[in-house]
């Protein structure tokens, strides 16, 4: 029942993503300042790092892909409609897949980026990064955003009826309680257990609550 509950969480996410892409691609269009921070940021870590093949992972309308520079650039999101709006964006090639299965070989990508994507529309977990940790090659760095253990209760009521949902779902599962969220000690840990080094990790406000902005870079051979 459980499982049968999650497939058809997972289509009516995707529905919703679909239908609403149109007015994300508009908001970036009118709004080019929103994330302003973040942009620079990728963009500053894309010159000191020199990138050869990137993916950004969860790319959906494509906001950070004028921000990044390599031989080959992926962008890949689940929900069809996103992408069908990311693809103005002629410097990348796209791939309508889960991120939690990754269609990609070991040691691919010299950057992974995934911004306001934790948190927001997928936990924090291991097998997330598992998988991220997999398509990484062995010196590669890994930047992303996730929402603050302590700002769990967001404060724009439009959000809670999304998020909640998967909440209670997680404890039915006696899986990870967090599931939106993670403290520092949670990050570091996490990303250590996978060999990733934190070089960056900072609360920055976005439009409606904080994230953390996290940079990982592998500093050891995979096992």
């Avoid at 009516?12 to 149109?22: I, N, P």
């Avoid at 010159?47 to 892909?65: A, T, W």
């Avoid at 950057?111 to 598992?130: A, F, Q, T, W």
């Avoid at 890994?142 to 404060?155: D, E, G, N, Q, S």
Wanted: contains cysteine; charged residues 25%.
């Amino acid at each position: 029942m459980i499982e049968r509950l999650l497939r058809n969480l997972k289509l009516k996410d995707m529905a919703w993503y679909d239908s609403t892409a149109e007015r994300y691609a508009l908001f970036d269009e009118q709004n080019p300042q929103t994330n302003l921070d973040i942009k620079r940021g990728v963009e500053k870590l894309v010159s000191e790092k020199k990138p050869v093949v990137i993916l950004d992972l969860g790319c959906g309308s494509g906001r950070y892909l004028p921000f990044l520079k390599g031989e080959l650039i992926v962008g890949i999101d689940f929900s069809i409609g996103m992408l069908k709006h990311a693809k103005k964006f002629k410097n990348a090639n796209f791939i309508q897949a889960d991120i939690f299965n990754l269609p990609f070989k070991e040691n691919t990508f010299d950057l992974i980026i995934s911004m306001s994507i934790i948190g927001e529309h997928c936990p924090l977990n291991m097998k997330l990064l598992k998988e991220i940790s997999y398509v990484l090659s062995l010196k590669g760095t890994f930047a992303f955003t996730v929402i603050p253990l302590h700002h769990r209760l967001l404060p724009y009521k439009g959000y809670i009826w999304f998020f909640w949902p998967f909440l209670i779902i997680q404890l039915m599962l006696g899986k990870e309680t967090t599931i939106f969220c993670a403290s520092k000690f949670e990050i570091n840990n996490k990303l250590r257990k996978l060999g990733l080094e934190i070089m960056q990790i900072k609360e920055r406000h976005g439009i409606v609550y904080p994230h953390f902005l996290v940079v990982g870079t592998r500093n050891q051979r995979k096992d």
